[in-house]
């Protein structure tokens, strides 16, 4: 089956080898994102809410390079440096998500890239 790399301006430049995003078929697998501006390459510092928002702005930019929105992701992974957060992570999701919501996975982690508090990937499958 056929590869097809997603890239857009619109979500963070990759900082390490790998793709923003890698379309097989109908399925997409969006890499991690963590809270970088892509207009400056630079980490979001204000707040855990604009970090957070941050993250899903860039996921959100990627899925749509891809062709889909947040209705077709079907597995969200979303990794933490400090749990404490998990409710502001839940009110904030459930203003990008609508029912039926993706299948989720919260984590804590020791330390994420660039001193980030929050990461995420996900999967997508387009119609």
Do not use: W
């Amino acid at each position: 089956m056929a590869r097809e790399i997603i890239h857009t301006p619109e979500a963070p430049a990759a900082i390490g080898a790998y793709s923003q995003a890698v379309k097989c078929g109908k399925t997409v697998y969006v890499s991690g994102q963590i809270p970088l501006d892509p207009a400056t390459g630079e980490l979001v510092q204000d707040s855990m809410e604009a970090q957070i928002r941050r993250v899903f702005e860039n996921l959100r930019a990627i899925v749509t390079a891809a062709g889909g929105d947040f209705s077709h992701v079907t597995k969200l992974n979303v990794y933490l440096t400090d749990l404490s957060h998990f409710a502001l992570l839940n009110k904030i999701m459930g203003e990008y998500f609508s029912e039926p919501y993706p299948a989720r996975a919260a984590v804590q982690v020791a330390a994420l890239p660039r001193g980030a508090a929050v990461e995420m990937d996900c999967i997508v499958e387009l119609d």
